[in-house]
């Protein structure tokens, strides 16, 4: 039946004849009539609008004043996580010994550990932390002791979000906790960027000049000189941050820059290039495909080198020169040029001789003995974390806010993959590229500026149609108030940007009529009973078999299951990386069934919303022909924008499924009033090709 109605859909689309309308509008009211008749959409929005909503007026300062102060919160307790660690390395470096304690081995070694951590996404041991690097065969003089390692327990405690916390010492040892097994042997924590940013925590801009002369084939150690500049290159680009700004120059007898030509990464030919991963990479990739020839003409280098810094602000400037030292031009002309070049800069620029021959983001504080740098000290956290607050911003279908650092890169967008999902090194995008109205770059201006304001102007939105690389996007203006603020710690603005006029509607239910909660961890509740429903386990209420599969089909007198996304939980993104329990499933349900009461858990009002949903169940039992309605169709599902979502036959999905953010909702989405078809598709658990049928639902009309 599904194959055939698609067939007859494509057929519509293409013919537009008298008699393709006639057939047309045939079509449509059968549709209509399935989607009601069946699945009873019209009684669904009938029971919407005779439940008691009520409507609020959406003020953008409140929302930006409440989601400032949660993010604001949120950066000083991974602030100050760190400095505890610091703390108490510092407090101990004295006394800490040269012999490793008993408890921490070396970060080779195997673990008893044979499950994956939820939070770190690896197989990590909870109650040890080991060493790792270079340094270990060095005989160091200071080892971490089990004080310290007590505090990182403590830390992951407190806040079981965090990530791996470590030690970095000057000689060249890391204690990383939990442990976690990694057997690198050329691992050192002083060439690595989250330690070289905190020791020297000031923007710079570095110019690497790599000598490519004939004599660079000359082998030192059974190595030639070029391989081991191209080394001594790399570590250096490895190293810098994404407030650092790098160039590359080759030079024999002429010198060339890494973007002087058409490249990916887009650079003038004397253009720095942001140290973000992605332009690392192609500069990484320009030096390992030098080669060497000719002579060894320094002053075109030095002076191609010293144009790089013609626009630089930075305070520390640097000319990295890799050369083997056996210049083919006389001395005082290369020291003339030298001279020229860096007084038009204000003899600000370090030259750095070296003759061969011989995006998780890190939050780190250096620490000291003496006044002396003794290493750093480092927690790792998730974007995800810092910014699930934005990531599930969104009060309103026409509301949106985003976030980004002192320089304008965006850490999130609406328009932007969000941080759960992006597995790659990121990049990195100016805000201006997605908010390109003249108006909106004028607020990113004064965001930049670290000022605070809301300005109301018309602006564009941009509405997925569903599948936006296939179906598409719709475009539509709105009077649009942008209202920004800077956030503590500095170095990071927000900016909320919602409709004039914009109304918040929300149900008002003080019990549960229904008394019941079905969640969709069914393995969960040693209640349920379960049948295999294609490649799923859904509720079970009388089984039997039809012509539709062999399988037993699951008619479910249990009704559906409710699934809660990481948006109807009051701490979004500890839902995304722990295990649920036997408890939880209890609690939840304890918490939805009967009157209301207040929970620390969930949004406020997504009691209303389960409730309003229970509604789904009797909508299924009172189409006609019950006994029939899983050979209509496959799945049926209703969603809320507020991350409640009911499926019939229940069955479990996965633990960050997002109604809001699949094709189907935003489909409808696009097409209101109009029934919303998708293209076919594999079905996730084995139903074959389907196709799915949407259309939106309207609260306190």
Not at 227 to 233: G, L, T, V
Not at 320 to 342: A, C, M, R, V, Y
Request: charge should be negative; aromatic fraction near 10%; proline fraction near 4%.
């Amino acid at each position: 039946m599904k194959l055939r109605l698609n067939i007859l859909l494509l057929f519509f689309f293409a013919q537009r004849t008298s008699s393709s309308f006639e057939a047309s509008s045939a079509l449509t009211k059968k549709l209509q009539n399935f989607i009601n008749d069946r699945l009873g959409v019209q009684r669904m929005q009938d029971h919407l609008d005779a439940s008691q909503f009520t409507t609020t007026p959406v003020e953008s300062s409140n929302l930006l004043k409440t989601l400032s102060e949660s993010l604001s919160v949120k950066f000083t307790e991974r602030v100050e996580v760190v400095q505890k660690l610091r703390d108490e390395v510092e407090k101990r470096w004295a006394s800490l010994s040269s012999s490793s304690h008993a408890a921490v081995s070396k970060c080779c070694s195997d673990l008893d550990i044979h499950e994956i951590d939820s939070n770190f996404q690896q197989i990590v041991d909870r109650t040890e932390a080991c060493h790792h690097g270079q340094g270990l065969a060095m005989n160091p003089s200071k080892f971490v002791d089990n004080i310290i390692i007590n505090v990182m327990k403590e830390n992951l405690y407190q806040y079981p979000s965090i990530k791996f916390q470590y030690v970095g010492t000057e000689e060249g040892v890391t204690t990383v906790f939990p442990k976690f097994k990694t057997c690198s042997s050329t691992y050192d924590p002083r060439f690595r960027p989250w330690y070289v940013e905190a020791a020297t925590p000031e923007p710079k801009d570095v110019v690497v000049v790599i000598d490519i002369s004939g004599s660079m084939k000359n082998l030192y150690q059974k190595r030639t000189l070029l391989d081991i500049a191209k080394e001594a290159a790399d570590t250096v680009i490895t190293t810098l941050n994404p407030n650092d700004r790098v160039g590359i120059i080759s030079f024999s007898d002429n010198a060339n820059s890494a973007t002087e030509d058409t490249n990916k990464i887009n650079c003038k030919s004397t253009e720095l290039a942001i140290a973000t991963p992605h332009n690392k990479a192609y500069l990484k990739s320009y030096i390992s495909s030098l080669n060497a020839h000719g002579g060894t003409i320094y002053s075109s280098a030095l002076s191609l080198a010293f144009d790089f810094f013609s626009d630089s602000t930075a305070n520390d400037q640097v000319i990295l020169f890799l050369t083997d030292g056996k210049p083919g031009e006389d001395n005082q002309g290369i020291l003339q040029t030298i001279s020229q070049k860096n007084e038009k800069l204000g003899n600000k620029v370090a030259i750095l001789t070296y003759g061969l021959g011989g995006l998780i983001t890190s939050v780190c504080l250096p620490f000291y003995y003496k006044s002396n740098l003794k290493g750093v000290t480092c927690v790792d956290i998730s974007m995800s974390d810092l910014l699930s607050d934005v990531a599930f911003f969104g009060r309103t279908d026409s509301s949106y806010a985003f976030i980004m650092d002192s320089v304008g890169r965006l850490l999130m967008h609406p328009l932007l993959p969000s941080p759960q999902s992006i597995t790659d090194d990121p990049i990195f995008l100016q805000a201006t590229s997605l908010e390109t109205f003249p108006e909106a770059k004028d607020v990113v201006a004064s965001m930049l500026r670290g000022k605070s304001g809301s300005e109301a102007f018309p602006s564009l939105r941009v509405l997925s149609r569903g599948d936006s690389i296939v179906e598409g996007s719709l475009s539509t203006m709105f009077d649009s108030i942008y209202s920004w603020t800077q956030l503590t710690p500095h170095g990071f603005a927000l900016c909320i940007v919602t409709v004039v006029d914009d109304i918040e509607t929300l149900p008002s239910i003080s019990a549960n009529p229904y008394e019941n909660f079905r969640y969709h961890r069914l393995d969960l509740d040693p209640n349920s009973e379960m049948c295999q429903y294609f490649g799923a386990a859904a509720t079970i209420g009388n089984g039997r078999t039809t012509s539709l599969s062999q399988f037993k089909l699951c008619l479910s007198s249990a009704g559906s299951t409710v699934h809660l996304s990481p948006a109807a939980f009051d701490k979004p993104y500890l839902q995304l990386i722990r295990e649920e329990t036997t408890l939880d499933v209890e609690r939840y349900k304890s918490y939805f069934v009967g009157n209301r009461v207040s929970s620390s858990m969930f949004k406020g009002f997504v009691y209303d919303y389960v409730v309003l949903s229970a509604y789904f169940d009797d909508l299924l039992r009172q189409a006609d022909d019950y006994e029939e309605l899983l050979d209509s169709f496959i799945w049926a599902y209703v969603g809320f924008n507020v991350g409640v979502f009911r499926l019939y036959p229940g069955s479990r999905l996965v633990q960050d499924y997002e109604p809001v953010q699949r094709r189907w909702y935003k489909r409808a989405l696009a097409q209101k009033g109009n029934i919303a078809f998708s293209t076919p598709y594999e079905d996730n658990f084995g139903a074959g090709a389907v196709i799915t049928m949407s259309k939106t639902l309207y609260a306190g009309r």
